[in-house]
T-cell receptor, first 114, second 112 residues
Framework: DTGVSQNPRHKITKRGQNVTFRCDPI?????LYWYRQTLGQGPEFLTY????????KSRLLSDRFSAERPKGSFSTLEIQRTEQGDSAMYLC????????????FGSGTRLTVV | QKEVEQDPGPLSVPEGAIVSLNCTYS??????FMWYRQYSRKGPELLMY????GNKEDGRFTAQVDKSSKYISLFIRDSQPSDSATYLC????????????FGSGTRLLVRP
């Protein structure tokens, strides 16, 4: 286990379709985060899990977005009824309880909605 | 106005130059300050982490935080072509240190 793994790396979907992304964190990390990064911008916080509990959701996370982390291991991020504005890089990160200093990011899933 | 402002660049320098990257911020509650490097189509990679004010040095990299001016800097000495990437500043407050607020990133190109 050498890092945070995200799949798929790239997803192209038609507007209105549902998509699901997966994140496998570093095994000893109990915190998991999702961020969204659009072209030319820095990542924006979406949501955060401590073990299996989702502790915070950004207002950026509309009703079409849902994230889960069953059993406190891997996490999934689902987007329903995708819109062109959802096109972005979706980044997953994990850390221990130390928080900000201990983040490790995955390489992201690039979503293109056509 | 964004909480964290960062000049997008691009910044082009010759190999061996000293590079200075900066961010300003508006939220006085920020206590943790980080610099990340992001190569194309990759996730951000932590370079430097500083708590509160002061300087921190690690090899060719020096991070400075001036909380009185709400201004942070990253200096890269003896820049190399492999340093060409986007550099993102990030910060978080004490009461929600798990949540990072990023700048928009500065693209750096180091010419051989």
């Amino acid at each position: 286990d050498t890092g945070v793994s995200q799949n798929p790396r790239h997803k192209i979907t038609k507007r209105g379709q549902n998509v699901t992304f997966r994140c496998d964190p570093i095994s000893e990390h109990n915190r998991l985060y999702w961020y969204r990064q659009t072209l030319g911008q820095g990542p924006e916080f979406l949501t955060y899990f401590q073990n299996e509990a989702q502790l915070e959701k950004s207002r950026l996370l509309s009703d079409r977005f849902s994230a889960e982390r069953p059993k406190g291991s891997f996490s999934t991020l689902e987007i329903q009824r995708t819109e062109q504005g959802d096109s972005a890089m979706y980044l997953c990160a994990s850390s221990t309880a130390g928080g900000a200093a201990g983040y490790t990011f995955g390489s992201g899933t690039r979503l293109t909605v056509v | 106005q964004k909480e964290v402002e960062q000049d997008p660049g691009p910044l082009s320098v010759p190999e061996g130059a000293i590079v200075s990257l900066n961010c300003t911020y508006s939220n006085s509650a920020f206590q943790y300050f980080m610099w990340y490097r992001q190569y194309s189509r990759k996730g951000p990679e932590l370079l430097m982490y500083t708590y509160s004010s002061g300087n921190k040095e690690d090899g060719r990299f020096t991070a400075q935080v001036d909380k009185s001016s709400k201004y942070i800097s990253l200096f890269i000495r003896d820049s190399q072509p492999s340093d060409s990437a986007t550099y993102l500043c990030a910060m978080s407050p004490m009461d929600s240190s798990y949540k990072l607020i990023f700048g928009s990133g500065t693209r750096l190109l180091v010419r051989p």
